[in-house]
């Protein structure tokens, strides 16, 4: 047994060396090869695919928003009403599920029978920057009208910020909205008058 | 193309890749740990280390070695975590003793259960210079147990087992490192974020205001995901977009959690000096992989037919089968990183991620420990087949006597026996009831998830369970310690009973270890002795929640 405690402490100091040794490869270098890979060939995307209008940064294409007002787009339900400092899903199940969705329905006017899946349930991460295009085409009609734009040029706008499946089959056909939003606003911006 | 479709094809194209670099880098491994010369960069770790790569440990020096580093990982992490405060780059992380210790245990033990939120309760620092390296260093452990294990069964002379720091430093410099620097850069071409950057406030579009996150986030996820850690960097882990932005970031997450614990049956095969024997685990894990991945679909795309078709917890970007196909992948091995929030998930669908857990994580399990787990079936399986048709068990030639299967039988009762006694307790005292979210099956399943993730060094949640009390802490990192530890001590003393014998020749007395039968009753062993010992537990959770 003594000769064990022996072999414990001595096997203990060098894993305290392998630590220090592992520590500086593995906490400080490694990562500090991959944050200069990033600035070589993924500069954009290592700073988080910011999207800036006039030069001032409004957020990430890959971070959904919380869209206030009937001339935007809307996003899906959030359990952390997208604010960025926390992320996470509702992780409600069962009957609570179901009066939530109710509340999530009647926030947004729709009928929790004919909505879109996407448009009654929160994200995994309360920050999902995309909606179904069947979500997109629902709110045509409202942005359209509160924008004061034709419906088929805001219909056309959603058919082109539709993304497919990447490679053809790799996840859901989606639209982001921040892009569409954005696309939105250019619109109404090179509009003559 | 429909949802099937295209599900179906986003397998085939993982399994696909799978299939083809577990060849490689299955007999790349096997090269790894039986060559005899060592890399001029490990000459210096071990010169710095003050270790002789030349010396052989028998099992009980080998299982100290792990011990004692892993204790020393603890301290050194908790210590970094207790200090982040007056450390550079606080940025007003802070977390509670108890919360501290539980997550040092957690990342130590390759299971990185988080009871805090990856935005608050740590520091960039912590995460970067503590959590990250913890994520390439526990895998590297697991690896050398199981490569220990192998030995123990086909060497023929001698009492060694190999030398702990050599398989660690090799597995580290010549499978970890080179994979996860690739992939961390394939994760940064595909929109992770690795920069150095605070968190800052923007005013969006609608006049509201929105915290962007910054971090080294590329190179922990990478790392997170090929060591089958599975700690997130933000709260909502693989689903948060920063880590996991898109379709193609998905699918290589979840080929990177399965490669290393997929290409190991390659690697038994070839240390064994006969690959049939490696293609009879790969066949075993495969077949439990493909039984539970289909269980997992099958009710999320039922569930997918209802108003809410499946999507509360799920990412859009990724829709449901790969979402089932993560989830499924993430609890087959100890990664427990989540791509959608597995409490959401359909009775049946969240109840067969955790079954996925109890069965032991064999398919294929973790870095390691999910080959010498299977290997433990194995030698469960040949005890009791021999019993059947009366033949002397054995394994590769080594005789299964009294104390192997022993040592093998106490080894495989320590998760269920932590896991039954801490959900049982914490329902009945009952000193968790208040931290549930959901009432019923729903909440007991909870609970029972809680435990069942760290006792099996998973790490993933039913997340509406509030953990972070001082009581479901302790027991919780208590769990992962001895579900952790306690195994690794028995498979390296089966190793050192192994080690010892000859390898007996074949006879037409032995029974084959590599056939198609076999593997089949490898299978049927595995689903028996998680179903019996978990059924009723599971019959008052997500059986009886199915049922209502």
Not at chain 1, 12 to 20: D, F, K, P
Not at chain 2, 115 to 144: D, H, R
Not at chain 2, 400 to 418: H, S
Not at chain 2, 494 to 506: I, K, N, Y
Request: charged share 10%; hydrophobic share 50%.
């Amino acid at each position: 047994m003594n000769s064990t405690l022996n072999a414990f402490v001595k096997q203990s100091w060098a894993g305290l060396r392998a630590m220090l040794v592992f520590t500086v490869l593995f906490g400080l270098l490694y990562p500090a090869i991959v944050w200069g890979v990033g600035q070589v060939v993924a500069r954009d995307q290592s700073t988080g695919s910011l999207v800036s209008v006039d030069g001032t940064v409004v957020g990430s294409s890959l971070v959904g928003q919380q869209w206030t007002g009937a001339q935007w787009f809307w996003g899906r339900p959030s359990a952390s009403a997208y604010s960025g400092d926390t992320s996470g899903g509702s992780n409600l199940s069962g009957s609570a599920l179901s009066e939530e969705v109710a509340k999530r329905a009647s926030a947004v006017g729709l009928d929790p029978t004919s909505a879109p899946a996407d448009a009654l349930t929160a994200s995994g991460s309360g920050l999902d920057p995309d909606i179904s295009p069947a979500y997109a085409e629902s709110q045509v009609a409202r942005v359209a009208g509160a924008r004061g734009l034709p419906v088929q040029q805001v219909a056309d706008l959603v058919a082109a910020h539709t993304k497919g499946r990447v490679a053809g089959f790799l996840g859901e056909p989606r639209v982001n909205v921040l892009e569409l939003n954005l696309a939105l606003d250019r619109l109404v911006a090179s509009r003559p008058g | 193309m429909s949802d099937t479709v295209s599900g179906l094809l986003t397998i085939a194209v993982l399994v696909a890749a799978l299939a083809v670099v577990h060849v490689p880098l299955g007999t790349w491994m096997a090269r790894v740990f039986t060559d005899t010369k060592h890399w001029r960069i490990e000459r210096i770790v071990y010169r710095l280390v003050r270790v002789d790569p030349g010396s052989e440990q028998r099992w009980v020096t080998y299982a100290v070695a792990v011990i004692g580093f892993s204790v020393v990982g603890i301290v050194l992490l908790l210590a970094m975590i207790l200090l982040q405060g007056v450390l550079p780059f606080a940025r007003g992380a802070a977390m509670n003793v108890d919360t501290a210790l539980n997550t040092a245990v957690s990342f130590v033990t390759n299971t990185n259960w988080q009871s805090y939120a990856g935005e608050s309760g740590v520091s960039p620092l912590v995460q970067t210079v503590g959590l990250t390296v913890q994520n390439f260093v526990s895998p590297a452990v697991g690896l050398a147990v199981a490569v220990a294990l192998v030995r123990g069964l086909v060497r023929s002379s001698g009492s060694e087992l190999g030398n702990f720091w050599v398989d660690l430093v090799r597995g580290l410099f010549r499978v970890i490192v080179p994979i996860a620097l690739i992939g961390a850069v394939v994760l940064l071409l595909g929109g992770v974020i690795q920069n150095l950057t605070a968190p800052t406030t923007v005013t969006t579009l609608s006049g509201g205001h929105q915290v962007v996150q910054g971090g080294l986030v590329a190179s922990q996820e990478a790392i997170k995901e090929l060591g089958t850690n599975g700690g997130g960097y933000f709260n909502a882990n693989s689903a948060h977009p920063f880590e996991n932005p898109n379709p193609l970031t998905n699918l290589v997450e979840i080929f990177l959690l399965l490669v290393i614990p997929f290409s190991l049956p390659r690697t038994y095969g070839v240390m064994a000096g006969d690959r049939r024997q490696g293609w009879t685990v790969l066949g075993f894990m495969t077949t439990l992989w493909v039984l539970m991945l289909t269980v997992v679909t099958w009710s999320e795309v039922h569930a997918a037919s209802g108003p809410l078709g499946g999507m509360e917890g799920k990412e859009l970007r990724f829709g449901v089968w790969p979402s089932a196909l993560f989830a499924t992948s993430t609890t087959a091995t100890s990664t427990g990183a989540v791509n959608s929030m597995h409490e959401s998930f359909s009775a049946l669908g969240g109840g067969g991620a955790l079954f996925n857990m109890m069965l032991g994580e064999l398919s294929p399990g973790g870095v390691g420990t999910g080959l010498y787990s299977a290997l433990l079936v194995a030698i469960l399986t040949v005890f009791l087949a021999g019993l059947m048709v009366g033949r002397t068990p054995e394994l590769l030639g080594k005789q299964i006597g009294r104390r192997e299967i022993t040592l093998t039988a106490l080894a495989v009762l320590v998760m269920p026996t932590l896991v039954l006694a801490f959900t049982g307790i914490g329902m009945v005292a009952p000193l968790v009831s208040s931290q549930m979210l959901a009432t019923g099956p729903h909440g007991l399943t909870e609970v029972m998830y809680a435990y069942t993730s760290a006792a099996n060094n998973n790490g993933s949640a039913f997340a509406g369970f509030s953990a972070d009390t001082p009581y479901t802490n302790l027991t919780l990192a208590l769990c992962m310690f001895l579900g952790r530890f306690a195994p690794i001590v028995l498979v390296l003393a089966l190793a050192g009973s192994l080690v010892t014998q000859r390898r007996r020749p074949v006879t037409a007395g032995t029974l084959p270890t590599h056939t198609p039968t076999f593997i089949g009753l490898f299978v049927g062993v595995a689903v028996i002795v998680g179903g019996l010992t978990f059924f009723p537990a599971l019959a008052l959770g997500p059986l009886a929640e199915a049922l209502s």
